[in-house]
């Protein structure tokens, strides 16, 4: 099951709840999860997964940019627990989905470089690497959806 986090209070309790599953945890990289909770309500949407009555997953993605055409992806966890269990998928085809719905024709991330699982995820998913951000030791990679 997906479902939309809409309120700041909720997103902040998932960042919180899900902040361990990242590694480096996400408190490493933003350092006030109140205030990105916040920017995030205004600006992005949110969804989480359940599984077994348990949040297992989440994402984050910005779908504003009109004049690109472009969403972004800035979060996406599943607790190791539940990888491979399609959960990720299923929120990256959420964002998918909403992003065709709303005319995106990509759709953009960074992930950390040492972190080959998600790459391949992404890769797996048609995400192509359009450049390396070294000041976050991140891979640019983008999918075409139009």
Do not use: W
């Amino acid at each position: 099951m997906i479902e939309l986090v809409s309120k700041k209070e909720e997103i902040e309790h998932l960042l919180e709840e899900m902040k361990n599953v990242f590694s480096p945890p996400l408190t490493t990289r933003i350092s006030n999860l109140s205030e990105y909770a916040e920017k995030l309500e205004k600006f992005a949407n949110v969804y989480y997964s359940v599984l077994d009555g348990e949040i297992c997953g989440f994402i984050c993605f910005y779908n504003n940019d009109d004049d690109s055409k472009t969403a972004y992806i800035s979060q996406l966890a599943v607790k190791e627990r539940f990888q491979g269990k399609g959960v990720g998928q299923n929120l990256l085809d959420k964002c998918v989905e909403i992003a065709k719905k709303t005319n995106r024709v990509a759709i953009e991330l960074e992930v950390d470089d040492e972190n080959e699982k998600a790459i391949s995820f992404y890769k797996k998913n048609g995400f192509v690497f359009i450049g390396k951000r070294t000041e976050f030791q991140s891979h640019h990679m983008r999918k075409i959806i139009s």
